[in-house]
């Protein structure tokens, strides 16, 4: 039997306590914010326009504003270990970029950026102003998140 429970966590650890059978599997889903849903549908019509406009690729675009606005972390790790961490980082998505800074005879320096699907709706936000005022620049026009949703979900009326 398929089930969909929408809860706190006491709710949801307490409704997982009290099922029989021991060895079926559940799946737990992090619920999002609508507006984060919002925000990242928006970013993708931006990068659109933006790499059509620019005669470039969206997701090369994508990984540009990443490195010159998104979220990172700097990390120092052992030398034999750094390709290992940059494989299994960069696997997690297309936005999860990392580069070498430095490099000595025992460490490395890694740039280690986060993908969007981990922002905040805080840092989302700041990260979709940045490419909004680039596309304005260039002459996009850039209308509200909700008019944007309203035509990609077919609600407007041409």
């Known amino acids: 039997m398929d089930c969909l429970i929408v809860g706190n966590k006491k709710k949801i650890i307490t409704w997982?306590?009290?099922q029989q059978n021991e060895?079926?599997?559940?799946?737990?889903?992090?619920?999002?914010?609508?507006r984060k849903i919002k925000q990242n549908k928006l970013l993708?019509?931006?990068l659109q326009e933006l790499a059509d406009k620019l005669e470039t690729d969206k997701l090369e675009l994508y990984k540009k504003y990443i490195r010159e606005k998104g979220v990172f972390r700097v990390i120092t790790i052992d030398n034999k270990s750094a390709n290992t961490f940059m494989h299994v980082w960069q696997e997690?998505?297309?936005?999860w970029i990392c580069e070498v800074?430095?490099?000595t005879n025992k460490t490395t320096d890694l740039l280690a950026?986060?993908?969007t699907s981990s922002y905040s709706s805080k840092q989302l936000a700041n990260l979709l102003k940045y490419?909004?005022?680039?596309?304005?620049?260039?002459?996009?026009?850039?209308?509200?998140?909700?008019?944007?949703?309203m035509?990609?979900?077919g609600n407007v009326d041409d």
């Open 101 to 103: 800074v430095k490099k």
């Open 131 to 149: 490419i909004i005022e680039d596309a304005k620049e260039i002459g996009i026009e850039i209308i509200s998140v909700e008019e944007q949703i």
């Open 151 to 153: 035509m990609m979900d």
């Open 16 to 18: 997982l306590l009290e």
């Open 44 to 46: 993708w019509l931006v």
């Open 113 to 115: 950026y986060y993908g």
């Open 92 to 95: 997690k998505g297309i936005g």
């Open 23 to 34: 060895k079926k599997i559940y799946d737990l889903i992090e619920h999002k914010e609508l």
